[in-house]
């Protein structure tokens, strides 16, 4: 893997409101950024089958496009999201002999959820389009729960109108 390609961790499928949007969400484990890639409905569907293990009776097509592979004596060894154009990801499944396969990011995604391949995703789209994520760690949640604690007076806790019976609390 090169210095221009960021190993990411397919986190799962979301529906995302007010759109009712399908979205797949990776995760650039090194620069804690996620990124989100909008998918049809039957490709988040076929993502979040194989992540939870769920074997259809028959192949699906992302099913069948694997088998066909490894019938020829070949496999995926990983899978690049290369680009994005005109707001639409592109992505490459990259096969154990070297060749490349064009692709869209989400069969790609599919296709690597299957076979267990790493999911690669080019630098320059990370830059674009990942979303940073904020991390807290326990020392931050103390300190903000401190700060909070030496601002906050039994006067923020009462209920109704001053003077008036607080409601029962639940024992």
Do not use: W
Request: proline content about 5%; glycine content about 8%.
């Amino acid at each position: 893997m090169g210095d221009d390609l960021v190993e990411m961790e397919v986190l799962g499928v979301r529906r995302q409101a007010p759109l009712d949007q399908v979205v797949v969400l990776l995760l650039d484990l090194v620069g804690r950024r996620l990124l989100p890639i909008v998918v049809g409905l039957a490709e988040g569907s076929a993502i979040a089958t194989a992540q939870s293990g769920v074997v259809p009776p028959r192949p699906m097509a992302h099913d069948l496009l694997v088998a066909v592979a490894r019938a020829r004596g070949g496999d995926v060894a990983h899978v690049e999201i290369v680009g994005l154009v005109d707001g639409v990801f592109h992505a490459a499944l990259v096969l154990d002999t070297g060749e490349r396969v064009d692709s869209r990011a989400s069969d790609a995604v599919a296709v690597a959820v299957r076979v267990g391949c790493p999911v690669l995703c080019a630098r320059e789209v990370l830059d674009e389009s990942a979303l940073e994520v904020e991390e807290h760690s326990a020392d931050d949640e103390v300190e903000e729960f401190r700060a909070f604690l030496d601002t906050v007076s039994a006067d923020d806790f009462v209920v109704g109108d001053e003077g008036g019976e607080a409601p029962e609390q639940p024992s």
